[in-house]
């Protein structure tokens, strides 16, 4: 049928080079019935808190932190809490309802349990958050109490992270942490007391004088314990120094360490657990929202504390890491914004399929509802590459890493999603920027606090 047969009957639609008399006044043209709370529906909002102290300074973690001071302590929360309240008083954050959160660092409950509840009250009084926003908190089996349990559940933190690394005595004592594994199972069994019913724990493989049958040991016991999430990361990366300067045995070799990996995802997927971001791994309805699309997509996250990053308004960016500057810069009533990078609508499809990825999976139309592109199209050359490899499987709605092939490799799958202008270019690891940061400089000026913080050189991961 032609146009002009078409249009005859369409007294309001005129082809040139006939005149349209219809004033376009509006667009779309179709409308449906529309509701005050669609138009005024706030949007999804994330928050990532660190804390960046601990009340044990281990050597088994990169990430910048302090011994916990009482004065530094009391200073830096009411540096948060006013930062907390900067955020709060932004239109843009108002408009949006908190609906995920991750508290990290450092070891958070380095704090007492009335500093744990004063920071979440004033947290979650400023912001608009929702009754069942899925949040998670850092803790170690010896800065975890019944008591600070109880207020991060009575608060609404409905997951804990427990960094236990292993159950092998042996293996404790090289990682300079407690070394008394029930220890750690009684700290498992008292979250579960107290209520809480998504656990996840931290181990590692690579350490020193660790064998495939002390491996295997570990990830029983965290199964047997009934844990709902394991998270497994190499230590092997960041031990030779300590190796050499304590006389410990050697870390394992690196072949061996792969194959850890290997029958660490082949073993959890056997017991039930299905896996993300690679070397994590959750029970089926206990995967959190910050390893599925939410978190690793466009909704944007607050950062809170020094080193925190974040992405608001089309822009990524990172908090100042200098603790003292930090302070100072929240106190005279300015964000701590520090370093970061704009947005453009074509890396933002590029950083939803890299971070997709990195979550395991990425879903064809929420992919295209985002951005209005089909990534199947746009990528093809890439994504074939990636299946030809064996490394994703492509179906009609989207891809998946393909286990546990594509798991080991799953920061080189991320990688072919980037853009030319950032390959081969190292990028910010968030709480990790000691190479941003003159170690002088890492102490608050007098006129902010009396004392400086200790220096130590490992702690909780972020």
């Known amino acids: 049928m032609s146009i002009s047969t078409t249009t005859t009957s369409m007294p309001f639609w005129k082809e040139y080079p006939e005149r349209d008399n219809e004033w376009v006044r509006q667009y779309p043209t179709k409308h449906v019935a529309v509701t005050e709370e669609e138009v005024f529906a706030r949007?999804?909002?994330?928050?990532?808190?660190?804390?960046?102290?601990?009340?044990?300074?281990?050597?088994?973690?990169?990430?910048?932190?302090?011994?916990?001071?009482?004065?530094?302590?009391?200073?830096?929360?009411?540096?948060?809490?006013?930062?907390?309240?900067?955020?709060?008083?932004?239109?843009?954050?108002?408009?949006?309802?908190?609906?995920?959160?991750?508290?990290?660092?450092?070891?958070?409950?380095?704090?007492?349990?009335?500093?744990?509840?004063?920071?979440?009250?004033?947290?979650f009084g400023s912001l608009n958050t929702a009754p069942d926003a899925d949040f998670s908190i850092e803790t170690t089996p010896v800065d975890i109490s019944e008591r600070k349990a109880r207020v991060l559940l009575d608060r609404g933190v409905r997951r804990i992270s427990l960094g236990v690394q292993t159950f092998v005595e042996e293996e404790l004592k090289s990682l300079g942490r407690p070394s008394d594994p029930e220890m750690l199972k009684n700290s498992i069994r008292l979250l579960r007391d107290c209520g809480y019913e998504n656990i996840n724990i931290d181990l590692m493989h690579g350490i020193n004088g660790q064998t495939m049958e002390s491996w295997e040991?570990?990830?029983?016991?965290?199964?047997?314990?009934?844990?709902?999430?394991?998270?497994?990361?190499?230590?092997?990366?960041?031990?030779?120094?300590?190796?050499?300067?304590?006389?410990?045995?050697?870390?394992?070799?690196?072949?061996?360490?792969?194959?850890?990996?290997?029958?660490?995802?082949?073993?959890?997927?056997?017991?039930?657990?299905?896996?993300?971001?690679?070397?994590?791994?959750?029970?089926?309805?206990?995967?959190?929202?910050y390893g599925e699309t939410s978190w690793s997509e466009d909704v944007p996250i607050i950062p809170l504390g020094p080193t925190a990053t974040g992405h608001l308004r089309e822009h990524w960016y990172f908090n100042e890491p200098d603790i003292g500057r930090y302070v100072q810069t929240v106190m005279e009533g300015r964000l701590p914004i520090s370093m970061g990078k704009h947005i453009t609508r074509s890396e933002s499809i590029r950083r939803s399929m890299v971070l997709g990825v990195k979550a395991g999976r990425v879903d064809r139309e929420r992919f295209r509802r985002l951005h209005g592109v089909d990534f199947l199209e746009m990528f093809r050359e890439e994504i074939a590459d990636l299946a030809g490899k064996g490394l994703v499987t492509v179906r009609e709605d989207g891809i998946e890493v393909t286990g546990p092939k594509g798991w080991y490799y799953l920061d080189n799958i991320s990688k072919a999603f980037y853009s030319p202008e950032f390959r081969r270019y190292p990028q910010h690891l968030g709480a990790d920027i000691t190479g941003f940061i003159n170690p002088q400089m890492r102490t608050l000026p007098l006129t902010v606090v009396s004392g400086s913080p200790q220096k130590g050189d490992a702690c909780e991961h972020h």
């Open 43 to 123: 949007e999804q909002m994330g928050v990532y808190v660190h804390i960046p102290f601990c009340n044990r300074l281990c050597f088994s973690c990169p990430y910048i932190k302090f011994q916990t001071d009482r004065d530094l302590t009391r200073t830096f929360l009411d540096a948060l809490k006013a930062e907390i309240t900067l955020y709060a008083q932004r239109p843009y954050v108002q408009d949006h309802v908190i609906t995920l959160g991750y508290i990290g660092g450092g070891t958070p409950t380095s704090l007492t349990a009335p500093q744990l509840d004063e920071l979440l009250g004033h947290l």
């Open 217 to 289: 040991y570990s990830l029983d016991v965290a199964i047997e314990l009934g844990v709902t999430c394991v998270s497994f990361y190499t230590y092997m990366e960041f031990a030779q120094i300590s190796t050499k300067r304590r006389k410990l045995p050697p870390v394992p070799e690196r072949a061996l360490v792969d194959e850890m990996f290997l029958f660490a995802a082949e073993k959890l997927t056997a017991a039930g657990f299905l896996g993300y971001y690679g070397d994590c791994f959750a029970k089926p309805g206990f995967q959190p929202k």
